[in-house]
């Protein structure tokens, strides 16, 4: 297990380095798994894969949207993640997902906060580019979506309420690629999808996230679902949130446009017991940080596993 260097050092941007240190900023490995999600909702309703034309410009966008959101993550948090480091409270398990790059490289001053600034803002243009392209709606789920993960960031020392917020913003994505390929979807399915990734987001990404650093928010006095409530109410909370998940995620599948075939309905319900359930029932039983971590892992698999499925669905 790696710690955080408590002395941030700047670093020149060379080549090939430097546009690693970009992408850490915005978490790349994780959020080409989140990318996934827009695609498997837009897949989902229409049943069929849109024109060409859609495809390209709805990949750009979902990059860039992601690529941007997660580094306004970053720069909002930067004062607080400087003093996770300074006071040596941030650590960097070799084997937590959104450590694979560097973590936090505008707090560690392996980038200056205006390089940062200017790698969102230029990505959030292409995003905002793209999805006018798409569907003006698309355009206003995405900047409400910045805005939501601001107010996300901003209240982390508030309301442990702020896990709610964080579904919303993860949610904002796939929303928004259904409404890049059918400007009227149908208003139940996108509030049963949306619902359904909603709790994945709460029981196997937020909850457990925060999990990881309990005791570090506890010394910071943040208010987040383990800090306030505690390891056994925590662990009653994602597992019920990730029972709804797939139990609404199942229900999706049979209100998609086309109606896929129940087996396809099957199918994400043994992904989600296998990427959600099981290693949630097992943080259930132990409490501990590394099973949390294990939870966090496999969850962010779940959404590549739902449109693994709808593409095999496609193929047969």
């Excluded at 129940?262 to 409490?287: E, F, H, N, V």
């Amino acid at each position: 297990m790696g710690h955080f260097n408590s002395t941030p050092t700047k670093f020149s941007i060379p080549g090939i380095a430097g546009l690693k240190l970009f992408l850490a900023l915005s978490r790349t490995p994780h959020g080409l798994l989140d990318m996934a999600t827009p695609c498997f909702a837009a897949l989902l309703w229409l049943g069929e894969f849109p024109s060409l034309k859609i495809i390209l410009i709805g990949l750009i966008t979902v990059f860039a949207g992601y690529t941007a959101v997660y580094a306004l993550n970053d720069l909002v948090d930067y004062r607080i993640d400087q003093e996770k480091i300074t006071n040596g409270k941030y650590c960097n398990p070799d084997d937590y997902l959104d450590a694979m790059m560097v973590r936090h490289p505008l707090a560690q001053g392996c980038l200056s906060f205006r390089q940062g600034l200017a790698w969102a803002l230029s990505w959030s243009t292409v995003a905002v580019m793209g999805a006018y392209l798409l569907n003006p709606v698309c355009v206003l789920i995405f900047l409400a979506g910045c805005c939501l993960e601001t107010f996300y960031c901003i209240m982390w020392r508030i309301t442990p309420l702020r896990a709610v917020i964080s579904g919303a913003v993860k949610t904002s994505g796939p929303i928004a690629g259904i409404f890049a390929v059918d400007p009227t979807p149908s208003p139940v399915f996108v509030m049963v999808l949306f619902l359904a990734l909603f709790f994945w987001e709460i029981g196997g990404q937020n909850i457990p996230a925060d999990w990881t650093d309990l005791e570090s928010d506890r010394r910071l006095k943040a208010q987040t679902i383990p800090v306030r409530f505690g390891t056994q109410r925590s662990a009653e909370y994602l597992l019920l949130c990730l029972i709804f998940a797939l139990v609404l995620m199942a229900i999706s599948f049979q209100l998609s446009k086309s109606g896929f075939e129940p087996i396809a309905a099957a199918i994400s319900m043994l992904l989600g017991m296998y990427l959600l359930l099981i290693p949630a029932i097992r943080l259930y039983q132990t409490k501990s940080r590394s099973d949390a971590m294990v939870l966090f892992n496999k969850s962010s698999y779940y959404p590549v596993a739902l449109l693994t499925t709808v593409l095999i669905n496609f193929i047969i």
